[in-house]
């Protein structure tokens, strides 16, 4: 017997509210300075409700067409799963396993990108359907959900691009901006940046644990313990899927096909995910670090507007051009800055929303920063080479930690300059 999947008399997303809040200083009298070199204070108040009032004309049109299409997109991907695993359960046959190995791909591609990155932002929570709920969503990833959210729609999504609070800015890995600090292992940006992206989801998981917070006091000892714990657990039932539980379920074709038969199936499980991970790497990397995306100073960003938090999003962001498949299979985050932007309305509004976007941009004299995948890719491969390089004073370049060396030469240099003065 099917279930009747529960659903609402009406769909109405007009009170739905998840967007994040602009940042809030310990001086209330201060006023942010973001976006002041664009507009004043009262041009960026207009600014922030022109986009309100989108934003709100998006959320009160959202209705049974939006639910039908994640639904559509979940069944599809559903299929491509399904005939993916039956695919390389062929390896007899090259053709039928090839194509399953692309269509389990191509449904992790989906299922990451189009479904779990925009349901676990809220994005259809309006709907009151367990399916797309993002409390109860766990993704066909080895980051946990609950780390992701927190350390995504809220960290990244409130903190966007401001150094000392966005800890996406190089991922705590790379250095992709002048005013981040430089470290020897920074030379080599481009081979460890080619290395998160054959395994960009172990390198998801790692920067949800915030090693980094814990060593710098900023969090317990048990969250961090509860951190490694969930992680532990979501990457082991992960990895007995994916390279146990199949490879097991192979062994019925040895005595057909030969003893090397579950070593394909495990080999075309790591190919789906390895698949999965250098999209998700491009589309994510093409869309926040090419070389006009911008980034700020808490100090400036405290006590910001609703208008130059918008601003920030658009200034912080970029897009990457294509067809309508492209953007599905993006997750429609190649709309980078209409995702920053209205990060709680589903992503398939996006293409709608941004003409309207470019326009304002055009009346305001501001940036739209939008290029082909290529344009993009290169622009980003162009930045992580450029601060590869040592600068000619890295304990300079944005608060650098200072050599043993140094350190120890500025307090002898100290020490005589004492001793002169009392001699």
């Known amino acids: 017997m099917s279930t009747k999947r529960p659903t609402v008399a009406t769909y109405d997303a007009s009170d739905h509210n998840a967007a994040p809040a602009p940042l809030v200083g310990a001086d209330a009298q201060k006023r942010s300075t973001i976006g002041l070199e664009h507009m004043s204070h009262e041009e960026l108040e207009t600014f922030g409700l022109e986009l309100d009032a989108i934003r709100q004309r998006t959320l009160d049109d959202l209705g049974q067409a939006d639910a039908d299409y994640i639904r559509r997109v979940i069944r599809i991907q559903q299929a491509c799963e399904v005939l993916g695993r039956i695919g390389i359960f062929t390896p007899f046959f090259l053709p039928t396993f090839i194509a399953g190995i692309v269509l389990l791909g191509l449904s992790k591609i989906l299922e990451n990108m189009e479904i779990g990155h925009n349901v676990m932002h809220g994005q259809y929570d309006w709907m009151n359907d367990p399916l797309v709920d993002a409390k109860q969503y766990e993704w066909d990833n ?7 959210k927190h350390g995504h729609n809220f960290i990244h999504h409130t903190y966007t691009n401001i150094h000392g609070k966005d800890r996406d800015i190089g991922y705590g890995l790379l250095r992709i901006d002048a005013d981040q600090p430089w470290y020897p292992n920074h030379r080599f940006n481009l081979p460890a940046a080619f290395l998160l992206m054959m395994f960009f989801e172990w390198g998801v998981m790692y920067h949800g644990i915030e090693l980094d917070e814990y060593l710098g006091g900023k969090m317990t000892k048990k969250e961090f313990r509860d951190r490694k714990s969930r992680a532990a657990r979501k ?15 192979a062994l019925a074709l040895v005595p057909f096909v030969g003893w090397w038969a579950p070593l394909a199936v495990l080999g075309a499980n790591f190919v789906a995910n390895l698949i999965r991970n250098i999209w998700t790497f491009l589309i994510i990397f093409c869309g926040h670090f090419p070389a006009e995306v911008q980034t700020f100073a808490e100090e400036d960003a405290e006590n910001e507007t609703r208008g130059q938090w918008y601003l920030r999003q658009l200034l912080g962001s970029a897009n990457i051009s294509g067809s309508i498949p492209f953007h599905i299979l993006s997750g429609n985050l190649s709309h980078q800055i209409e995702h920053h932007l209205f990060p709680d309305i589903p992503a398939r509004r996006y293409p709608k929303i941004a003409p309207e976007i470019r326009e304002i941009c055009e009346r305001n004299g501001l940036q739209y920063n939008s290029g082909r995948l290529s344009r993009q890719l ?4 162009r930045q ?3 601060f590869s390089a040592k600068p000619d004073d890295p304990y300079k370049q944005g608060k650098s ?4 060396a140094l350190r120890r030469a500025k307090r002898e240099a100290a020490q005589k300059e004492r001793e002169s003065v009392t001699a």
């Open 142 to 148: 080895v980051a946990p959900a609950q780390d992701w």
């Open 235 to 249: 990457a082991r039932r992960q990895i007995i899927k994916d390279y146990v539980a199949y490879p097991v379920l």
């Open 378 to 381: 290169a622009s980003v491969a």
């Open 384 to 386: 992580l080479a450029a």
């Open 401 to 404: 930690p200072e050599s043993k």
